[in-house]
Antibody, heavy 120, light 110 residues
Framework: QVQLVESGGGLVKPGRSLTLSCAAS????????MSWIRQAPGKGLEWISY????????YYADSVKGRFTISRDNAKNSLYLQMNSLRPEDTAVYYC?????????????WGQGTLVTVSS | QSVLTQSLSASGTAGQRVTISCSGS????????VNWYQQLPGTAPKLLIY???QRPSGVPDRISGSKAGTSASLAISGLRSEDEADYYC???????????FGGGTKLTVL
C-alpha cells in the first residue's frame, strides 16, 4: 500500500535551518509529482511547494519562496524540503503528499506529517 | 485570509443533507478543477472529491461534488456522526502559479 513517511521535524530557533525528508513506498515514486503542504496549529491547510517527476519544474508559495528548497531523489524514493531562515510563522505540521497532476490540487495520498516548531 | 472562501461552520442532524460551499475566482475555480479534502480530528487530510465531482475508490456515493462558474459545492447526504470533520476545498490558481485552499469548514453532526 502507498506509504509516505515524513521525518526531520523538531524544535529549531528562528533564523536556523532544517531539512525534512519523506520516504515513499508502495508505488513507483518516479512516476508521480509530489508536494509539501503544511498546517499551522489550529489553522487550515497551506500548500507550500511542488516538484515535477524529473525535478525540472518547481513551484513555491510566496510565503516560502527564496527560503525553502524542494528536491527529490527518485533512486532513493525520497522527497526533501530544505528550510532556511526559519520564522515563528513557519511553525506547522508539514505533510508530504502525492500529487496526481502537473497543474492541479489533486493530492491522493498524504503522510502522517512531521511537526516543525520555530521558537527561541 | 484564504484565496478560496468557505463558511466557517456547518451542521446537520443524522440523516440530513448538508452542503458546504467554496467560492473563488476566474483564476482558480473558474478555470481549474476543484478538489475536496476531509480531515478528521488529529489525522492527516484525506481526498474526498477530485476533478470537481469524482469520488476516489472507497468514498461512498452519498458524498458528491459540483462546480458552477467560480463556485463549488460539496454535498453530504444521509449524514452520520463519523462525518464530523473539517472540510477543505482546493484548486490550482493560474495567477499565483500555485495551489490555493479554502479556510476550511467545520461540520458538526447534531
Amino acid at each position: 500500500q502507498v506509504q509516505l513517511v515524513e521525518s526531520g521535524g523538531g524544535l529549531v530557533k528562528p533564523g536556523r535551518s532544517l531539512t525534512l525528508s519523506c520516504a515513499a513506498s508502495g508505488f513507483t515514486f518516479s512516476d508521480y509529482y509530489m508536494s509539501w503542504i503544511r498546517q499551522a496549529p489550529g489553522k487550515g491547510l497551506e500548500w507550500i511547494s511542488y516538484i515535477s517527476i524529473s525535478g525540472s519544474t518547481i513551484y513555491y508559495a510566496d510565503s516560502v519562496k527564496g527560503r525553502f528548497t524542494i528536491s527529490r531523489d527518485n533512486a532513493k524514493n525520497s522527497l526533501y524540503l530544505q528550510m532556511n531562515s526559519l520564522r515563528p510563522e513557519d511553525t506547522a505540521v508539514y505533510y508530504c503528499v502525492r500529487d496526481q497532476e502537473l497543474i492541479g490540487a489533486y493530492f491522493d495520498y498524504w503522510g502522517q506529517g512531521t511537526l516543525v516548531t520555530v521558537s527561541s | 485570509q484564504s484565496v478560496l472562501t468557505q463558511s466557517l461552520s456547518a451542521s446537520g442532524t443524522a440523516g440530513q443533507r448538508v452542503t458546504i460551499s467554496c467560492s473563488g475566482s476566474n483564476s482558480n475555480i473558474g478555470t481549474n478543477y476543484v478538489n475536496w479534502y476531509q480531515q478528521l480530528p488529529g489525522t492527516a487530510p484525506k481526498l474526498l472529491i477530485y476533478n470537481n465531482n469524482q469520488r476516489p475508490s472507497g468514498v461512498p456515493d452519498r458524498i458528491s461534488g459540483s462546480k458552477a462558474g467560480t463556485s463549488a459545492s460539496l454535498a453530504i447526504s444521509g449524514l452520520r456522526s463519523e462525518d464530523e470533520a473539517d472540510y477543505y476545498c482546493a484548486a490550482w490558481d493560474d495567477s499565483l502559479s500555485g495551489v490555493v485552499f479554502g479556510g476550511g469548514t467545520k461540520l458538526t453532526v447534531l
